[in-house]
Structures are given as C-alpha cells and as structure tokens.
C-alpha cells in the first residue's frame, strides 16, 4: 500500500510485539467494508438491523464493564510531568512503555491486525493530519469509516516521508483493570489496550483531534478545540459561523442541528451543521480565525434524541449507521432508547442482551438502552449538513460561544470585554453536576474550554496559548457564555432552550455585527431585553430579567471558587488570567 519508510518500520515492529496471525490494510472500498460487515455478522461481532427501515444499519453491544470513556485509566505521557501538568494522569514514557509492551506482547496471536490510514479533516486540506490506527477490532474500521476519511486516498497523500500519528489498538479482554488509553505527544504516538468502547478505541476522536492535536496546535500555531461548529443564515442569505463549547452531556449536538422556532423559519432563518463536536482552528491571511470539522461522522449519545429533540440527528441515523448498546426491538429488529419515544418494545433486548417486555422492564426501574449508548452516523446523513462541510479552508468564526450548566450563578448570556477576557470566560467554565449522575447534586466540576479531559499538556500553557493566539489574530471572533440551565427558586428551568435557543444565537450574531447595544456589568455585556426577539415565547417579564440578573453575592463565591481551581496551576497561571480575575474581584466589590 506504502512505500513510506516510516510507516512500513513502524509496521514491523508493532506487528513483532503484537504477533498477528495477519495483516490487512483498509484501502477504503465498498467491497472490503462490505466482507468485514458480513464477517461481523457471522462471528456475532455485529447484529445486521431491518434492511428496508434502516438500509446499511447494524448494532454491537459491547462488555458491560466498558461503556464510556476512562478518565482514571487515560494518561498523557511527557518527558516530565510538569509537561502533562496537574490535571492530567502521568507517568514517565519508559516506565510506561514498558508497562504497555507487556500488555501488548502476542495479544494479536491468532487474530488479524487491520491498517487504517485515515485523515482527519478532508484529505490535502491545509488542515488537515493524517493518522494510522492499528486495530483488532471490525467494530474500530468500520467506526473509523465512518468517524473519518479512510483509505487508499490517504496513503496517497501521506506520499513517501509524511509525518503520520500511530495509533494503536488491541481488545485483547477488555480487562478494565489493565486498561489503558495512553497517549505520547512527544512521539505522535497513542496506545489503547483492553477496551472496545468508541471514545477509548476510535483513536482519531478525543486520543488524536483532541488531545495529541492539541498539543501539535500549541507547537505550530493552532488550536484544535471540543466545540461544535454551525452557520447561522438569516433572510438576506448571509450565514455567519459560530464555535461553541459545552461540557459533555450539555447538548452539543442539539445546538449544533438546531431547528429555529417557527416564527423565526418563517422569517428565513436557518441552521447548517459543519460540526458537533470538534474544530480545528487557524488564522486566515485575512486576519479571522477559520475552523474545520476534522470529523466524518457524528458519534452520539443515543437516549435523549428524538423527532423533537433533535431531527435533524435522528434523520441522520437511518441509514448506514451503527448502534452501540441501544435496544433491539426484536418484532422487526430495528432499534430503540429511552426518550425516542413513549413506546417502548414489548419484545425487546435490553443493552446488555437480554430478552424483556420492554414495558414491564422500564416499569421496573431498568433502562432498556445503556445511558450512554451511541449512533455512530456519517456527517453527509445530516439533513441540515452545511454546503461548507468539505470545504479543505474552513469557514471564517465570527463568535466563540462558551457554556456550561449553572444553577444561579451565569446569565442565558453574556459577551466578554475582549480577547484576554473571552479566554478567563473559558478558562473559568464549569458544569453543575446534575441527578442524573452519581454523586452529589450541583457540585461544580471547573471544565476550561470544556478541554478539561481532552488537553494533551499542561493546562496553563493551554491557556498561554489561548492568550498567544490572541495577539496572531487581528480580526478575532467576538467571545461570549451562555447558559441554557437556569433555575428559579422552584427548580424550573427558567429558559425553554433547544430551537429557542437561536433567539440567543441571533442577539450574539447581532452584537458581532455591532448592530445592538448591551448592559455593560461586572461580569461582561448583558443583553437589554427588547433586543432578544420574544416573539412566539411564553416568557414573562420578571422571568426574562431574572435569567439576565447577576448576583453580586453569589458572584463573590464564584470567583473564591475560581481562585482556589487556578491556584494548582501556581506560577505556571498566565499573569493574563489572573488579572482577570482580580479584576472581576474589584468589579463586584
Ligand atoms: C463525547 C464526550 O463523547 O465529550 O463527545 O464525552
Ligand atoms: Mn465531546
């Protein structure tokens, strides 16, 4: 397939320690996907789903000790551990190579070892990074398929001596106890053993366009970031992009195929997905920052979405999709999750593969899909994919939205002063932690950039970066926070969210484009209130002022909390970030 030197010793040397009964590369063709989709099917690796409801579509449930990605067992492994900093699991290389050879040595024995060239961003695009996973698993290349750009064109634009990332990844049996998903920034390099979960084996995901590519950006001047990326089209036919960043878990994809409310698609808004969860980022020669999707494909969480959740995702599921740990309604095998919709299957098959009356067994206090059950769909699916999906140079950002999940504490939305303060808006992210997970309720888990398990190095020379970026950007995006989850003293969410959410998204496009004024306070620009459009919305008056207070007291609480998150980072903090802070501090007393 290659005459490159580097992948070919590469090749060799894991292909020793692996010990592979054979070696097959993935050229990309319908034809090879086709005999390993049937080759799934016959060893039980895959169940083939109803052929005339959901063309192309199949179902894999994997071990019940491995469902989710593995922030204990995920380690970043730089010379010294100052390099990876406070927040990330370390361990020196040697020490953990040596620990991984172990593991890795003959557990390809008798199995077949598959090579995946694959490109993250479309292939040749100047933004473009190519990696190779090395895989036991047909579950990997055909998410790998799916998630990326895969195959023969890749190798081509590899050519003889490109640089590539070398991923590798062995099932062996899936031991949660030897489980390892490591990465190497200094040597390209990521390894993953004994797990088959997406986000610890599609190793172009987090491992590659997230954690290894975040530290190549901070090397060469970029930034590769946990953001969705949509372009908003208003009546005149102008569409402005926009990159946002939640914490998992707060409605990314959602935001990302937003469906506009009625009054508002009337008038001739739209929304275009170019991504849901990752971008890449450069400075244009016109001076604006410019983001890919490094994605193919949408690898989402399952229940939760529905016709009027999220349509536009459902519709991309319908085809040539794979489904991890759903249910199976086994009257006419198609599939099923908790909030598709209110009929569950009488003869179901719960995630972990029993057969149950679905209705009895949700009645019971079980869940019929795994809460974090996937659909791994391909981005062309997506009925509302923008035009500019495959453009190889990005589309220009006129805003950063940052967000999290906060009880009291943030306004629905408000814009930072400038650059340096956009970048502590980010720095300074947190989630509440909801009923839905174990532990306690409204802890706030600080999440910067919502990057928080996905920067590959120190986080304060993350932030150093973000503030260097700055000043290479001459025209740069406006930065703003939002925050959907506000509640009164009832526990209510005080914003409709979803669709309505674009009423917020038009004020923020509006502010970019200094069409409407602002409330300047202590924290940033607040909206006035007759410049969000209320039209359609059942919002009253007290409500609305309500969701755009802020707290002076709990404000003051707020930044005590930020102070002691920063002071782990010790001098390493950039001086930019802490005279935010003080600043905010003289602001609200
Ligand atoms: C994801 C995540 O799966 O952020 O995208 O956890
Ligand atoms: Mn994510």
New binding site residues.
């Given amino acids: 397939m290659t005459e490159n030197k580097k992948v070919l010793t590469w090749l060799e040397e894991m292909k020793a320690l692996c010990k592979p009964e054979k070696v097959v590369w993935i050229d990309g063709s319908e034809e090879q996907l086709e005999a390993l989709r049937a080759e799934a099917v016959a060893t039980g690796e895959m169940i083939k789903l109803n052929q005339e409801k959901l063309p192309g579509c199949y179902y894999h449930r994997t071990a019940e000790n491995d469902v989710a990605?593995v922030e204990d067992r995920t380690f970043i492994c730089t010379e010294t551990k100052e390099e990876a900093g406070p927040i990330n699991n370390w361990m020196a290389p040697s020490e953990m190579y040596a620990k991984l050879n172990a593991l890795y040595d003959g557990s390809m024995a008798g199995r077949t070892m598959y090579v995946i060239p694959y490109s993250m961003g479309p292939v040749g695009s100047p933004f473009s990074k190519i990696g190779i996973e090395l895989t036991d698993s047909i579950y990997v290349v055909l998410n790998m398929d799916i998630m990326t750009r895969v195959g023969k064109a890749v190798i081509d634009a590899l050519g003889k001596d490109g640089d590539f990332v070398k991923c590798l990844h062995a099932k062996k049996d899936v031991n949660p106890d030897e489980r390892y998903i490591v990465h190497f920034p200094q040597d390209n390099t990521i390894m993953s053993v004994n797990s088959a979960y997406g986000?610890n084996v599609l190793l172009g995901k987090k491992c590659f366009a997230l954690r290894i590519a975040s530290y190549q950006g901070m090397k060469e001047g970029w930034m590769a970031e946990?953001m969705l990326i949509l372009g908003l089209e208003n009546p005149q036919g102008e569409v402005k992009y926009i990159c946002a960043a939640f914490p998992?878990a707060c409605g990314k994809t959602n935001l990302a195929m937003l469906i506009p409310p009625e009054f508002l698609k009337e008038k001739g808004y739209k929304v275009w997905t170019v991504g849901d969860?990752i971008a890449w980022l450069r400075v244009g020669e016109d001076g604006r920052l410019y983001a890919i999707n490094p994605e193919a494909g949408f690898?989402g969480v399952a229940p939760g979405t529905s016709e009027k959740t999220n349509f536009n995702a459902l519709a991309a599921t319908k085809k040539n999709t794979i489904f991890t740990n759903v249910a199976i309604n086994e009257d006419d095998m198609t599939v099923w999750w908790e909030g598709l919709d209110k009929n569950p299957p009488e003869n179901a098959i719960e995630w972990k593969g029993a057969k149950v009356n679905g209705k009895e067994y949700i009645a019971e206090g079980n869940k019929l899909a795994h809460p974090n059950s996937r659909f791994t769909a391909p981005a062309v699916n997506c009925p509302c994919i923008s035009k500019e999906f495959e453009n190889p140079q990005g589309v220009p950002i006129s805003a950063i939205v940052f967000g999290g999940r906060r009880a009291k504490t943030a306004p629905l939305v408000y814009q930072a002063r400038d650059w340096n303060h956009g970048v502590f808006v980010g720095a300074t992210m947190a989630s509440e932690t909801t009923a839905a997970a174990a532990g306690a309720v409204g802890v706030v888990r600080r999440d910067p950039m919502a990057m928080r398990p996905f920067v590959g190095y120190n986080m304060a020379d993350y932030f150093q970066h973000w503030i260097d970026m700055g000043k290479k950007i001459s025209n740069p995006p406006q930065i703003f926070n939002v925050n959907w989850f506000r509640l009164d003293d009832e526990g209510h969410f005080m914003w409709p969210g979803f669709g309505d959410n674009m009423r917020v998204l038009n004020w923020i496009i509006d502010r970019c484009d200094g069409k409407v004024d602002a409330n300047e306070t202590a924290i940033g620009f607040v909206p006035n209130k007759e410049d969000l459009q209320l039209e359609g919305l059942d919002i009253d008056d007290a409500t609305l002022t309500e969701l755009l207070s802020i707290d002076k007291e709990v404000w003051k609480e707020e930044v005590k909390d930020q102070r002691e998150f920063f002071a782990q980072f010790g001098d390493k903090l950039p001086k930019e970030i802490k005279d935010e802070v003080d600043n905010l501090e003289k602001k609200l007393s």
């Fill in positions: 990605r986000g946990h998992s969860d690898f």
